[in-house]
């Protein structure tokens, strides 16, 4: 990831990973950073974006559009069941 003077905070890449997660396609990086709820400047929006993109998270098309292809699930942080991880012994 590149130096930048744009340092998005972790409620800021949540946000944006929210959004693109919920709507799954975007036809460029224009759309999101319209479509988001709160302003980010647009240098700190592509410096997001290039993390998710480094994460496998979104993948960007040669036309431009990207899409979430992330598979995580949100209950990923529960311990499996049977797991003694966190009992005491």
Do not use: C
């Amino acid at each position: 990831m590149k130096t930048s003077n744009h340092q998005p905070t972790l409620s800021t890449i949540r946000m944006v990973e929210e959004k693109i997660r919920k709507r799954q396609y975007f036809k460029n990086k224009y759309q999101l950073f319209v479509n988001l709820p709160r302003q980010v400047m647009y240098p700190t929006l592509a410096l997001i974006l290039e993390y998710l993109e480094e994460s496998n998270k979104i993948v960007f098309k040669k036309d431009g559009s990207f899409v979430w292809t992330f598979k995580g699930s949100r209950n990923s942080k529960k311990a499996p069941k049977g797991s003694n991880a966190t009992s005491k012994r």
